[in-house]
């Protein structure tokens, strides 16, 4: 009898252990948008470019005050010149400065992009959370900070079709005549910084907000982060679909045949071997955003208690 006690209270104590772990799981999904910051923003953030993100979430409570969390998520992240159509800059075109250069106008590129990030993220508490009662409704206001990587891949349209922009190298990257420009990854480290807060509204569910901002390794979300490559070294390196997607000045010309076989017979293209694609002066490399609703379940044992003796 007392070996039976000793093994019952033991697992009984087992119970109890998972039971305190438990109480520190919570998984939980996030629905809401996506937003860009990069060349194809003109370095602002434009409602119109917002989309739909969503990801599920695991966090592990260490503390009443602090916690870490795995995130999957999907974002879509897209820019368009024809946004910022009519602004006026100064430019270096063909190596002579334009004043009231409508750039972006000219320039005409765009692009869309799934991304999908996996990351881990540190966040601290700014109200202690309440880890040993179910019946408490605490109000949690968070900040974090992390590490990931996302993937991503960059494309735009070609008459009716969707084009991927990588492959094509649409500043000539990795051919011969420029083989120190190597092609851009498509996997890429993602710094995830943010706040959000999240409210008890039962003994096992949260209902939050979060959003948060994605520093990244990369100038190519949008495919654009240096200067236009030679018309002739990007059409014999991608033939004519890397020509025409790299300056699509093109479109603006109304002689302008995509259709002819040799499309720089009909020097329809603005800009030349050079001049700069990328005209960004704030922060070098690209950045996204998520935010959104969140709801998380609190997992905890459900079995019955220890008989008494």
């Not at 999908?116 to 179910?134: M, Q």
């Not at 994605?214 to 070294?233: E, H, I, K, P």
Request: net charge neutral; proline share 4%.
């Amino acid at each position: 009898m007392d070996k039976l006690k000793s093994r019952v209270l033991f697992i009984c104590a087992l119970f109890i252990g998972l039971i305190a772990n438990a109480q520190r799981v919570e998984v939980g999904l996030l629905l809401g948008a996506s937003n860009y910051l990069g060349d194809l923003s003109n370095e602002t953030v434009l409602m119109k470019e917002t989309h739909f993100a969503a990801s599920v979430f695991g966090r592990y409570n260490f503390s009443p005050k602090f916690a870490m969390s795995g995130f999957f998520g999907y974002a879509r992240v897209s820019g368009d010149d024809k946004n910022f159509a009519g602004e006026k800059r100064n430019y270096v075109l063909n190596k002579v400065a334009v004043q009231d250069f409508e750039f972006n106008k000219y320039r005409n590129l765009n692009f869309y992009s799934d991304v999908y990030e996996f990351s881990a993220h540190a966040e601290y508490n700014l109200l202690p959370n309440n880890l040993t009662s179910y019946t408490s409704r605490p109000f949690l206001p968070y900040v974090f900070m992390g590490i990931g990587i996302f993937n991503f891949n960059p494309k735009s349209t070609y008459g009716n079709k969707v084009v991927e922009l990588q492959p094509l190298a649409t500043e000539g990257q990795g051919s011969t005549t420029y083989n120190e420009i190597k092609k851009y990854p498509l996997t890429a480290v993602c710094l995830p910084v943010g706040f959000g807060f999240r409210q008890k509204i039962g003994d096992d569910f949260f209902l939050g907000f979060e959003a948060g901002v994605r520093f990244t390794s990369t100038n190519y979300l949008d495919d654009v982060g240096g200067v236009y490559g030679s018309g002739s070294v990007i059409y014999g390196a991608t033939g004519k679909s890397g020509l025409l997607m790299s300056d699509k000045s093109w479109e603006l010309n109304p002689n302008a045949d995509p259709n002819s076989t040799n499309p720089l017979a009909t020097e329809s293209f603005m800009f030349h071997e050079g001049d700069k694609r990328s005209d960004r002066t704030l922060n070098k490399h690209d950045m996204y955003f998520m935010a959104g609703v969140t709801l998380s379940y609190t997992i905890r044992f459900r079995g019955q208690g220890c008989p008494q003796f």
